[in-house]
Nanobody, 124 residues
Framework: QVQLVESGGGLVQAGGSLRLSCAASGLTFTSYVMGWFRQAPGKDREFVSGIDWSGRNTRYADSVKGRFTISRDNAKNTVYLQMNSLKPEDTAVYYC?????????????????WGQGTQVTVSS
């Protein structure tokens, strides 16, 4: 079965950095757009970033542009999210997701598979 397993979350001070990883198994990784979403308490799940199968095309939410970088290693079936200059408002559970399409979409309902999430907490 398909599994997406996130890691790398934790507690960091404002201005710090974290690198999230998501290891995928049970699917043909290069057939999937990979996305990162986040959900803070009491808020809807929101799109953070996405990357197409080749890694050449990426998309970011305005709130993270210039601070976060998404990448993927197709040989390792893994997608990464490098998060720099973290802010308290970045605090959330971060999820990776896989979408069996060509174009990156920001709509969570269109993604086929989800990981269990990893907590990111940014202290002020």
């Amino acid at each position: 079965q398909v599994q997406l397993v996130e890691s790398g979350g934790g507690l960091v001070q404002a201005g710090g950095s974290l690198r999230l990883s998501c290891a995928a198994s049970g699917l043909t990784f290069t057939s999937y757009v990979m996305g990162w979403f986040r959900q803070a308490p009491g808020k809807d799940r929101e799109f953070v970033s996405g990357i197409d199968w080749s890694g050449r095309n990426t998309r970011y939410a305005d709130s993270v542009k210039g601070r976060f970088t998404i990448s993927r290693d197709n040989a390792k079936n893994t997608v990464y999210l490098q998060m720099n200059s973290l802010k308290p408002e970045d605090t959330a559970v971060y999820y990776c997701a896989a979408d069996n399409v060509v174009v990156i979409t920001a709509s969570p309902v269109l993604y086929d598979y989800w990981g269990q999430g990893t907590q990111v907490t940014v202290s002020s």
